[in-house]
């Protein structure tokens, strides 16, 4: 369902957030002391501190991005047009962590998907601290009832834990990343950025 997406979302992520050079502040930003900064590109961006100590970036096109512990591949949240059906595509993306999933436009996961699991006839699995598993189908995705049970966990998450098989290699691949209430931070970053009636920009 979601394959062939890997290397446009490493694409995204790699587009960094580049050194300032010019820095003014925002007026009711997501957090006190949000600013808007121009990057060397002289594309804005809206930049402010979470209460977790980690930076967030809000981007003209509507991107979002979340950092944690200064990462090179962040949480990052956004919608495109599709340019087939015309059809407002949303969702979450982190590279690090495997994770791909659709989303609402206010931000409420659709369906999810591990990136990199693109063994024929294999089935992946995704765990949210100690809770039970979630086994996916043969594409690495999960139902629809599963996608909603897991974005509860997510929520206040410590640690996801994926379990991937990636062609030609037919074995399972394991890796942990430490959410620490990250995804819950982009989540609520997207939620409010929604539920904005001025432009942001």
């Not at 495109?80 to 949303?90: F, L």
């Amino acid at each position: 369902m979601f394959r062939n997406i890997s290397s446009g979302l490493i694409a995204l992520a790699l587009t960094a957030c580049s050194p300032t050079t010019t820095s003014t502040p925002v007026e009711n930003g997501y957090q006190a002391g949000e600013k808007l900064t121009t990057m060397f590109n002289n594309q804005p961006v809206r930049v402010g501190t979470l209460p977790s100590g980690r930076s967030y970036y809000i981007f003209r096109d509507g991107t979002t991005r979340v950092l944690v512990n200064g990462e090179a591949f962040p949480w990052v949240s956004g919608c495109k047009t599709d340019a087939i059906s015309d059809a407002n595509e949303c969702q979450y993306s982190n590279i690090e962590a495997k994770f791909f999933a659709t989303r609402t436009p206010s931000g409420e996961m659709k369906g999810f998907c591990i990136l990199g699991h693109d063994f024929p006839g294999r089935r992946g699995a995704v765990r949210v601290d100690k809770n039970r598993a979630f086994t996916t189908d043969t594409d690495g995705c999960l139902s629809t009832n599963q996608t909603r049970a897991l974005q509860s966990q997510l929520m206040n998450g410590q640690v996801l834990s994926v379990r991937y098989v990636e062609w030609p290699y037919d074995y399972n691949k394991d890796t942990t990343y430490r959410l620490s209430g990250s995804f819950g931070e982009i989540y609520n970053l997207t939620k409010w950025q929604n539920l904005q009636k001025k432009p942001l920009f």
